[in-house]
């Protein structure tokens, strides 16, 4: 079957770095997604690796181990906006097709 | 180019009822995927739709369908209400190009369901 394991909460300071991880166990894995989500609004898409190694985008990077099954999502320079959740997800191919499953996500509080 | 749109964003509802939610996906977009959030679960994925046809299913129980349009355009349909199904319904589109691109998921602001 498919499994997401993140964790639930985590805490950290404005201008510093968070590293949220992410270890999935899929069948026919086909990419690794991050996606933010602001209380009350709808998911938005962050990131993308299908390859092993380490994906850059401005403050956001995120690393991928397939053979470990495991990413993790680096924010840095942290600000207040960043406090959301963020949702590991993997596409899975299987007979039907593809699928994305969504991890329960992670909160990210921001203090001052 | 204007976003995943869905109709109606809040709903209330009684235990046993049924209850259609729509969502129009992003012009060009052949995927539309739907998923239940919940506080405790997590995005829960319900069903994928592509060219009118159901290509996934998620473990969900038969009172939840769904269909797809010709236009691409999305129904679900929960019949037969219990209070556990109040929660967030999100429907998603993606371009859907095959293979190993990106195909990144747009999601709409959701219907936020209540039961009662």
């Known amino acids: 079957g498919q499994n997401i394991d993140q964790p639930t909460e985590m805490t950290a300071t404005e201008g510093a770095i968070v590293q949220i991880n992410c270890t999935y166990q899929t069948s026919g894995f086909n990419g690794l997604f991050w996606y933010q989500q602001h209380a009350g609004e709808a998911p938005t898409f962050l990131s993308y690796?299908?390859?092993?190694g380490l994906e850059e985008k401005g403050r956001f990077s995120s690393f991928l181990s397939r053979s470990k099954g495991y990413s993790y999502l680096l924010l840095k320079e942290l600000q207040m906006k960043d406090s959301a959740s963020y949702l590991c997800?993997?596409?899975?191919?299987?007979?039907?097709?593809?699928?994305?499953?969504f991890g329960a996500g992670t909160r990210l509080f921001v203090k001052a | 180019k204007a976003g995943v749109t869905q109709t109606p964003r809040y709903l209330i509802k009684t235990r046993g009822q049924q209850v259609t939610l729509s969502c129009s996906p992003i012009?060009?977009?052949?995927?539309v995927s739907w998923y239940q959030q919940t506080p405790g679960q997590g995005l829960q994925f319900l069903f994928e739709?592509?060219?009118?046809?159901?290509?996934n299913k998620g473990n969900f129980p038969g009172r939840f369908s769904g269909r797809q349009f010709s236009n691409s355009r999305s129904e679900m349909n929960v019949s037969t209400l219990e209070l556990g199904d109040s929660a967030l319904y999100l429907c998603a589109s993606s371009l859907d190009s095959g293979g190993s691109t990106r195909n990144e998921q747009f999601f709409g602001p959701g219907t936020r369901l209540t039961v009662l």
């Open positions: 997800a993997v596409r899975d191919l299987n007979t039907g097709g593809f699928k994305t499953i």
């Open positions: 739709y592509f060219s009118e046809t159901q290509r």
């Open positions: 012009s060009g977009h052949r995927s």
């Open positions: 690796n299908v390859l092993d």
